[in-house]
T-cell receptor, first 116, second 115 residues
Framework: GAVVSQHPSRVICKSGTSVKIECRSL??????MFWYRQFPKQSLMLMAT?????????EQGVEKDKFLINHASLTLSTLTVTSAHPEDSSFYIC????????????FGPGTRLTVL | AQSVTQPDIHITVSEGASLELRCNYS??????LFWYVQSPGQGLQLLLK??????LVQGIKGFEAEFKRSQSSFNLRKPSVHWSDAAEYFC?????????????FGQGTILTVHP
């Protein structure tokens, strides 16, 4: 089946630094990738939709200048958390849409971000 | 706005027992409905989905779900639970469009299986 990877799986950083999270579709091309955020004991919340070669579309309440998304190729999207603060600590999950099979998203394993 | 409610935060069943996980949704049009399972260290895996047609949907790992429009429900069932089914289960509703991509998830139900 289609596989989506994320790197790193865990990251700890100091407050004020920036962190980049990569999302890759390993064996398929994805025109669209999605970024979700999951707080402990809560559900996934969609942050943004990332389309290859165009600007990401952010959900209401998500700061686009804080969460920078780049989707430079059909297999890679990156999420950069800029000037991270403790309240940004969360589990970030990406998913990729399978081109030609438009009704299925494949999810990455997630990245645990802890900001000290 | 679309929303999903999973009333049960945590369910415990014995291995071999039947299982039903509840899901209620709110959506203005015909919903696209999904059930995902999340295991520690692994990404969400799609169990099954409903877009249209037969309201009883068969999925992987022996799961099935029934869409009931009158009750705005999409409950997940399995006749006999295995210990490996212990995980967290999410119901989701998707918007239309080419990718049905903007998913709204329920709060999740944690399933514990006793031997």
């Amino acid at each position: 089946g289609a596989v989506v990877s994320q790197h790193p799986s865990r990251v700890i950083c100091k407050s004020g630094t920036s962190v980049k999270i990569e999302c890759r579709s390993l064996d398929f091309q994805a025109t669209t990738m999605f970024w979700y955020r999951q707080f402990p004991k809560q559900s996934l919340m969609l942050m943004a939709t990332s389309n290859e070669g165009s600007k990401a579309t952010y959900e209401q309440g998500v700061e686009k200048d804080k969460f920078l998304i780049n989707h430079a190729s059909l297999t890679l999207s990156t999420l950069t958390v800029t000037s991270a603060h403790p309240e940004d600590s969360s589990f970030y999950i990406c998913s990729a849409d399978l081109v030609g099979v438009t009704d299925t998203q494949y999810f990455g394993p997630g990245t645990r971000l802890t900001v000290l | 706005a679309q929303s999903v409610t999973q009333p049960d935060i945590h369910i415990t069943v014995s291995e071999g027992a039947s299982l039903e996980l509840r899901c209620n949704y709110s959506y203005g049009a015909t919903p696209y409905l999904f059930w995902y399972v999340q295991s520690p260290g692994q990404g969400l895996q799609l169990l099954l989905k409903y877009f249209s047609g037969d309201t009883l949907v068969q999925g992987i790992k022996g799961f099935e779900a029934e869409f009931k429009r009158s009750q705005s429900s999409f409950n997940l069932r399995k006749p006999s639970v295995h210990w490996s089914d212990a995980a967290e289960y999410f119901c989701a509703v998707g918007s239309g469009g080419t990718s049905y991509g903007k998913l709204t998830f329920g709060q999740g139900t944690i399933l514990t299986v006793h031997p």
